[in-house]
């Protein structure tokens, strides 16, 4: 969503590096350019007056001028007004100290506002609470029976004593009596969260907001979230504003965070209205929402990647008992790495969601979007299938796959050979690799990096020459490293196998020796 603010202000940035100060005329015109990034990514324009202000007013301060790097602290300095203007500080959900938790959804219809309820109740559940759904929408056609559908993917209960509004017949019904029965539901029930899932239009208009005023009051809500379309613009901010003065919320929850609008409501939404963005969705899965980070976000945007969330995701995905077996594997202790444990880690981060959306999250991918965009997901099912097309031996074994046995493969996966030749081979590259990192070698074939395991100096150091058994520097030189060999092994036959000078297999005369050293008369005394 981010892609066209991400491009301009890393091409606003390029053009500081390098230099020592920045004269007011670069100032200006990086500030510039920040207001046309902005303006572009549909971000309202008092927002855009105020980002622009604060920024120029700071590169203008001591912090810039006095700093080694100028160009890296303006980049620090728009960082952190970007974690400003979206928000500050992460915003939790507010629970209720006796009795369920009410959480009260409204906003516009087809901003989501059904499915984001599902999602939220299987995020509840998932952070070990107990929620109850509850169908308060009974306007809009099959919305009843919508939220039971997503009720039963999330494994989550959903309270729909009146069936709305189905296939055109109105059946009528009372809302904020179906808000109010699901309190005693919940404490009859024993539900600690209800999720109120209430009715949208198609434009502000008093109707609306009156009906969602009676549920707040009815119902009595911990927190009120307003649902918003993160692709709509700038009407984002004139809908937010409408519902905070009608009905009043708590926090936003942004929806369609993954589509290819430009964003600015996102932006603007925390700034103008004073209500923090409390979560975000990112896509059609119930599993595609997640607690709103701003430091996170404005990271993503100035393209410096979010691995934090991306750890956290490993973290929820990943069995962390296989993820130690072939840790183990390729340390070369719990046997070797083979290709039924590179299937099961690549299926593994299959579950963390498409390769494109988690290369994005990591450090400068954003001068690879292009080919994060086109790159096809399906490769992942090939490689898959050859896989599965080997036998168990062969998995466990790769080395032992000849020319027909590859034949077979293919045939068996349908791909051509050369796939199977480039996947075998990319395996063996891989695991030397991982194996190489795993035991802190580096790797392989790549110059170390300062402060890194297996890492070396930077630029053309001349290599050191290298040591013999005993020690002794060795020629580069082919022809010269074996005559310094034949030397010494010349030289060790010549030599007594012994350090004390007598010959294998006799003993040492320790008298005849201390007599030998011609030590003075009285220096036995030192001896005792």
């Given amino acids: 969503m981010f892609a066209t603010l991400s491009d301009r202000l890393a091409d606003t940035f390029k053009n500081l590096r390098g230099k020592g100060r920045l004269s007011e005329a670069d100032i200006d015109a990086t500030a510039r350019e920040i207001r046309i990034a902005l303006l572009e990514a549909d971000v309202a324009l008092p927002v855009v007056k105020e980002f622009v202000g604060a920024v120029k007013e700071r590169a203008r301060g001591e912090e810039v001028s006095g700093a080694l790097n100028p160009a890296q602290q303006v980049v620090k300095i728009v960082n952190e007004e970007l974690v400003a203007i979206l928000g500050g500080e992460t915003r939790r959900l507010r629970y209720a100290k006796t009795g369920p938790t009410v959480i009260m959804l409204a906003g516009l219809q087809g901003a989501g506002k059904t499915t984001l309820a599902a999602k939220l109740a299987l995020w509840l559940k998932e952070q070990g609470k107990s929620p109850l759904l509850v169908a308060a929408d009974l306007q809009r056609p099959n919305a009843v029976n919508q939220l039971q559908v997503n009720g039963e993917r999330a494994g989550v209960p959903v309270f729909a004593p009146e069936p709305g509004n189905r296939q055109g017949i109105e059946h009528g019904g009372d809302p904020v009596g179906v808000a109010r029965a699901s309190l005693e539901e919940a404490t009859r029930k024993l539900y600690d969260v209800v999720i109120v899932d209430t009715a949208g239009r198609l434009g502000v208009d008093a109707e609306m907001m009156q009906q969602a005023a009676d549920i707040r009051d009815a119902v009595q809500p911990d927190e009120v979230l307003f649902v918003v379309d993160a692709m709509i613009g700038q009407d984002a901010v004139v809908t937010a504003q409408a519902f905070l003065d009608g009905v009043g919320y708590d926090g936003v929850v942004l929806t369609k965070l993954d589509g290819d609008a430009r964003g600015g409501a996102a932006l603007s939404i925390a700034s103008l209205t004073g209500k923090p963005v409390m979560f975000a969705s990112a896509g059609e899965k119930l599993t595609d929402f997640d607690l709103f980070h701003p430091d996170r976000m404005a990271s993503r945007i100035l393209d410096m990647g979010d691995v934090m969330t991306l750890i956290e995701q490993a973290e929820k995905t990943f069995d962390a008992d296989q993820a130690a077996k072939a840790a183990a594997k390729l340390t070369g202790q719990g046997g070797e790495f083979t290709l039924d444990d590179f299937l ?8 963390l969601g498409s390769m494109s959306k988690i290369m994005g999250m990591l450090p400068g991918m954003g001068q690879f979007r292009e080919q994060l965009e086109n790159f096809d997901e399906r490769e992942i099912d090939r490689i898959q299938a050859v896989i599965q097309s080997m036998t168990p ?15 077979r493969i293919a045939r068996g996966s349908g791909r051509q050979v050369s796939e199977v ?63 310094q060999a034949a030397a010494a092994k010349q030289k060790a036959q010549a030599a007594p196998a012994n350090p004390f000078g007598t010959p294998e297999g006799e003993e040492l005369d320790y008298e005849k020796a201390a007599a030998a050293l011609n030590l003075p008369k009285d220096f ?4 005792k």
């Fill in 344 to 351: 099961e880690q690549m299926q593994q981060v299959r579950k």
């Fill in 393 to 407: 031996a062969e998995r466990a074994n790769p080395k032992i796959i000849d020319g027909s046995r590859r034949a």
């Fill in 421 to 483: 030749n480039q996947l075998v081979d990319r395996f063996f590259e891989a695991r030397k690799m991982m194996m190489s990192l795993a035991k802190g070698g580096g790797i392989p074939g790549m110059p170390g990096m300062p402060g890194l395991p297996g890492a070396g100096k930077r630029g053309k150091t001349k290599p050191a020459p290298k040591k013999g058994k005993g020690g002794k520097r060795v020629s580069g030189n082919p022809a010269k490293a074996a005559q």
């Fill in 524 to 527: 036995s005394k030192f001896l």
